[in-house]
């Protein structure tokens, strides 16, 4: 049979809330999930939109006038890339790839951006095998 034939992997999508709008305490949590599905067989793992901090549900369910304080937690609770918070998934992606022998690539939305000013974002972050991030900066 002829045609591409490609690398098979196994995948887990986690369907898992954030700690809201905890930074911190969800990328600790984030980092527990990725060893568990490391040690469940799983080469690329990937979350819920925006897991950290937050996706910001309450956009939709109050007038904008009650939600600055909750827009005031997401900001101070977005992820900055590089920052401490992108090298612990990192190193955790690193630490399962070696101690399994294979790929882990665990994907996660942010919010933050630094930039000539702060502003808030969301896209896909990804870490190579090797604990390196990949996506845009």
Not at 52 to 64: G, H, Q, R, T, V
Request: aromatic share 12%; net charge negative.
């Amino acid at each position: 049979m002829s045609g591409d034939t490609y690398q098979v992997f196994n995948a887990a999508a986690v369907q898992a809330s954030p700690v809201f709008l905890d930074r911190d305490a969800t990328v600790e949590k984030a980092c527990r999930l990725i060893e568990q599905a490391a040690e469940r067989g799983s080469d690329l793992v990937v979350f819920p939109e925006v897991f950290i901090p937050a996706y910001p549900l309450w956009s939709f369910l109050y007038p904008p006038m009650e939600t600055h304080g909750f827009f005031h937690r997401l900001f101070q609770n977005a992820v900055r890339v590089p920052s401490p918070q992108t090298e612990k998934l990192g190193e955790t992606a690193f630490h399962e790839k070696v101690r399994r022998g294979s790929p882990m690539m665990p994907g996660f939305e942010h919010t933050l951006r630094p930039a000539q000013i702060d502003q808030l974002l969301a896209f896909l972050k990804t870490f190579t095998p090797g604990a390196q991030a990949v996506g845009p900066e």
